[in-house]
Antibody, heavy 118, light 108 residues
Framework: QVQLQESGPGLVKPSETLSLTCNVSGYSISSGFYWAWIRQSPGKGLEWIGSFFHPGSTYYNPSLRSRVTVSADTSKNQLSLKLISVSAADTAVYFC???????????WGQGTLVTVSS | DIQMTQSPSTLSASVGDRVTITCRASQTVSSDWLAWYQQKPGKAPKVLVYHASRLGSGVPPRFSGSGSGAEFTLTITSLQPDDFATYYCLQYSSYSNTFGQGTKLEIK
């Protein structure tokens, strides 16, 4: 059974870069399936950030495309998220997910809260 | 982007009731790639229905999904205490997938 665990700083200053890691166990990222980052904030609800397919196909939410990078380190079996130039609007719980073969998010991490504040 | 509008935003019901939540898309959702999720406080969403009407693994049959094109519904028959939560729809027919804003199901 695949398991996902997000980690990273809980506090990021405005204008800086948010960097999160998702440790994956029970399945190898390089073996297939799409992987995604999704966030949830009180103001905007659930929002799709971007998707990744090994070895390097990515798809990003158009509203975030200029600021976001999703990648994977297959040697560590980790998915990564980088979001530059953050503001308070980026305060949210960030989830990583593995999509099912039918293309919907089927497996989720427990989420990690990131607060953007000085 | 396809915009998803859920209604109602809040729903009050009693144990044993039958409830319906609706999700309307701003355009046709290709292949009816529409999922429904249940979320409880502090937890990740859990898939209930995918491809509009297929029940997720281990999901009780009191949950059902229907609809096609741009209008979809989630029905819960005979509400159980564990069902009081927030429900979201998700269209995953485009690379920029979008969620509905959620429906909070409360105990009356």
């Amino acid at each position: 059974q695949v398991q996902l665990q997000e980690s990273g700083p809980g506090l990021v200053k405005p204008s800086e870069t948010l960097s999160l890691t998702c440790n994956v166990s029970g399945y190898s990222i390089s073996s297939g399936f799409y992987w995604a980052w999704i966030r949830q904030s009180p103001g905007k609800g659930l929002e799709w950030i971007g998707s990744f397919f090994h070895p390097g196909s990515t798809y990003y939410n158009p509203s975030l495309r200029s600021r976001v990078t999703v990648s994977a380190d297959t040697s560590k079996n980790q998915l990564s998220l980088k979001l530059i130039s953050v503001s308070a609007a980026d305060t949210a719980v960030y989830f990583c997910s593995r999509l099912d073969s039918s293309w919907f998010p089927a497996h989720w991490g427990q989420g990690t809260l990131v607060t953007v504040s000085s | 982007d396809i915009q998803m509008t859920q209604s109602p935003s809040t729903l009050s019901a009693s144990v044993g009731d039958r409830v319906t939540i609706t999700c309307r898309a701003s355009q046709t959702v290709s292949s009816d790639w529409l999922a429904w999720y249940q979320q409880k406080p502090g937890k990740a969403p859990k898939v209930l229905v995918y491809h509009a009407s297929r029940l997720g693994s281990g999901v009780p049959p009191r949950f059902s999904g229907s609809g096609s094109g741009a209008e979809f519904t989630l029905t819960i028959t005979s509400l159980q205490p564990d069902d009081f939560a927030t429900y979201y729809c998700l269209q995953y027919s485009s690379y920029s997938n979008t969620f509905g804003q959620g429906t909070k199901l409360e105990i009356k």
